[in-house]
């Protein structure tokens, strides 16, 4: 334990544990790409993701259809068979699986009602306690340059 | 992610025990860490979400809590560490009550498996809704310090 958290060879330390983590994390990348891939690769490889599951997070609603409804994403409509019935504009989050190139069959729909002003509101707030956060802390710790440490006051 | 306030007032129920203020503070920072981290990366630096995974998964967490008590004066590192990792943790936790369609919001047991898990309980966007609760739950608290005796040194 004193080897993992003495100051002896602290900079090798930190540049170990960071490389492990950017390594996990570079790992991550490929592995959560192909577990849930992303809708964008429907329209282009269908044949490759007919039948899987995709995410889609707070998409528009543009307009209702006969099966579902249509919605509007960075790569184009979508058509979202489905019982719900949102109404144009409102945003919605789907989980389904790909049954078109620009067709989803919705195993679930969440209707994310008020997202224009609870996002900002959850940024802001969360901002405004990580700062209030920080000047409250900061009498709790000093940053002594020369060290490159934060040096607690008691 | 529920608003950073939330993780506050979770993390405040915990600390509200601790005698030592430095140490309650990294418990705090510690339940900050994630979001902190994986949305600087994601906005600053336009990180794919997938590469963010592990900020929000144990193994990934301990990683990152081991860096950052390393910025912590050599007597205090390992319950620095130990609050830290707890209060990344306690993170995790309030995040997986979120209902994110089944889909999760942590992957528990990377690199082992990609499965993501989640309680369900509250619409990611209704979090804000909390805020009254947690501004209920951190002066409980600061109460409940004092009433006892708790102030920390």
């Known amino acids: ?154 | 992610m529920p608003d950073l306030l939330t993780h506050l007032a979770s993390a405040r129920v915990p600390g509200a025990f601790l005698r030592d203020r430095r140490v309650q503070a990294l418990l705090i920072f510690g339940s900050f860490l994630p979001d902190v981290v994986s949305k600087t990366l994601y906005w600053a630096a336009w990180t794919p979400s997938d590469f963010l995974e592990p900020l929000h998964s144990p193994l990934g967490l301990l990683l990152l809590s081991y860096a950052a008590a390393l910025f912590v004066e050599e007597s205090l590192r390992r319950p620095a560490f130990a609050a830290l990792f707890g209060g990344a943790l306690l993170h995790v936790a309030v995040d997986m009550l979120k209902d994110n369609l089944g889909s999760g919001s942590s992957a528990l047991f990377y690199p082992f498996s990609t499965r993501e898990y989640e309680l369900g309980w509250i619409d990611p966007e209704n979090v804000v809704l909390l805020i009254p609760l947690d501004v209920a739950v951190l002066a409980l608290m600061a109460w409940l310090e004092r009433r006892l005796g708790r102030v920390p040194q």
């Not at chain 1, 790409?33 to 599951?53: D, L, W």
């Not at chain 1, 989050?93 to 049954?99: H, M």
């Not at chain 1, 509101?121 to 940053?143: D, K, P």
């Open chain 1, 1 to 154: 334990m004193r080897i993992l958290f003495g100051d002896r060879l602290w900079i090798l330390k930190l540049a170990v544990a960071a490389g492990l983590l950017a390594a996990l994390c570079h790992r991550a990348r490929r592995e959560f790409a192909e577990a849930f891939p992303s809708y964008r690769s429907i329209p282009v490889y269908f044949e490759n993701q007919r039948g899987k599951t995709f995410y889609l997070w707070a998409k528009a609603v543009v307009a209702a259809a006969p099966d579902g409804f249509d919605i509007q994403t960075d790569v184009g409509r979508f058509r979202v068979v489905s019982p719900e019935r949102p109404p144009a504009g409102e945003r919605v989050s789907i989980v389904g699986r790909a049954t078109g190139p620009r067709t989803i069959e919705a195993a679930a729909v969440q209707r994310n009602e008020g997202l224009a002003w609870k996002r900002p509101v959850n940024y802001a707030v969360s901002i405004g306690t990580f700062l209030v956060f920080l000047l409250w802390v900061r009498r709790r710790f000093r940053w002594p340059i020369r060290d490159g440490f934060f040096r607690s006051r008691t």
